[in-house]
């Protein structure tokens, strides 16, 4: 009854909820992780709630669902989070009226602008500046950041990753284009709602109606999944398929509760 006892003795069988990171812990680039859609799929027979989080703001929930279930892994929207929800959700707690200059793509000012707010670049009509990953960023788009946080408006950014992992090597996240606005207005950002914030642990309890010690957040990088995970009281679990090699994990300061090399390892039964 090899169910049964892996049910009894996995890892899996201690949680409850799990939160999967994307990047890294799921998907590699635009290709599924050779475990994930095994692994998730045992997960819902077994009846676990699932979230699915990104720091990216670069696709609306409703895309990353779509692509995940193109490449093998049925994912509905409901079950993707992005920083852009949290973002909403403390806009709209904080700040409901603001009016919004975005540094951010496409799906950041789609999903802002469904949610009722206001996104404009006109320097005297913003409260807010918002920074996140923005492939289309220059000096036009930092100028017009600058004089509206000069102006007073207040700076929040959706995430503060330093860069994408791509096979190219890389591309400059979010944390360049804060830096930029805070190095030329003096300002500082106010508020960094993806991961690790509180903002977003406070988002996931909320979503995942759960205890926090059953649930379980599964990620590739130390000091954004893991970290957050060990702040909210969540079991975490690092997978070695991202951003983190075993030799940055175990000479971190950040410990992860569980060392994956794939992620079906949490359905393996255990010694
Ligand atoms: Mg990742």
Known sequence: MPDQLSEISSIASRYQAFVFDLDGTILLGETLLPTAARTISELRSQGRTLLFLTNNTTAR???????????????????????????????????????????????????????????????AETDVVIASFD????YEKLKRA????????????????????????????????????????GSSCEAIVGKPSEAMTRYLLKRLKADPSRCLLVGDRLETDILMANNAGFASALVLTGATSIDEAESS??????????????????D
Do not use: W
Not at 135 to 138: I, K, N, Q, S
């Open 61 to 123: 929930a409703t895309e990353y669902a779509c692509k995940l279930t193109r490449l093998g892994l049925p994912v509905e929207a409901e079950e993707v989070v992005t920083a852009a929800h949290v973002l909403i959700e403390l806009l709209r707690r904080d700040m409901p009226q603001a009016r919004l200059m975005v540094l951010g793509e496409r799906a950041l000012v789609m999903e802002l602008e469904l949610a009722g707010f206001v996104v404009s670049d006109e320097i």
């Open 146 to 185: 600058f004089r509206a946080v000069r102006a007073g408006a207040r700076l929040i950014a959706t995430n503060a990753d330093r860069f994408r992992p791509t096979p190219e090597g890389g591309e400059p996240d979010a944390a360049a284009i804060i830096a930029a606005i805070e190095a030329s207005s």
């Open 253 to 270: 300061a950040i410990a992860a509760t569980y060392i994956l090399r794939s992620l079906a390892e949490i359905l393996h039964v255990q």
């Open 135 to 138: 492939r289309g960023f220059g």
